[in-house]
């Protein structure tokens, strides 16, 4: 056992293990401390609060939320991706432009999944869809016109009724 030497004294005293204890339990402030402990613990301790179950409502539900928080130009972006579930896998299918805008935003898309639905084993695939990258956008007013008569009949029956027709620049 170790000596411990008493106030004022120069004189080591040795102490046993059990006297400490006693000794402890008599102090008022040591009583206060422990009966404040438990309290103490259940304010620190993380909520425990049941995790959201992984389906496709719930996913998009978490891109939507992730992409409240980016910025403007990934926003309908993220909101537009049809996840699909694979397991622990989530698949995220996409045109190379549409992947190379998203850029170093999937690592913390990633983060955010698996905080989401308290899973860290889950994974954030993204998938080149080649097909997405066949489409042509419609750039001039010509062809803007010509993809517009092409899919909305409504708009070939107001130019037919107004007789209006593009001029080519």
Not at 134 to 145: D, K
């Amino acid at each position: 056992m170790p000596k411990i030497p008493k106030r004022q004294t120069g004189q080591p005293i040795q102490i046993q293990s059990a006297e400490i204890l006693e000794a402890s339990e008599d102090i008022p402030e040591v009583l206060q401390v422990e009966q404040i402990i438990p309290d103490l613990v259940t304010k620190l301790e993380p909520e425990t609060t049941p995790a959201i179950p992984l389906n496709i409502e719930s996913l998009k539900q978490a891109f939507s939320d992730f992409a409240a928080k980016q910025k403007l130009s990934l926003v309908a972006l993220i909101k537009l991706l049809d996840p699909i579930i694979q397991g622990q896998d989530i698949v995220v299918k996409m045109s190379k432009q549409q992947e190379e805008l998203i850029g170093e935003t999937k690592i913390e898309w990633q983060a955010y999944i698996r905080q989401y639905f308290r899973q860290n084993q889950l994974q954030l695939l993204f998938q080149i869809d080649e097909t997405q990258e066949l489409t042509t956008m419609a750039y001039t007013p010509s062809e803007q016109y010509v993809e517009l008569a092409n899919e909305s009949d409504a708009f070939r029956d107001l130019v037919n009724q107004f007789k209006l027709k593009i001029k080519h620049s």
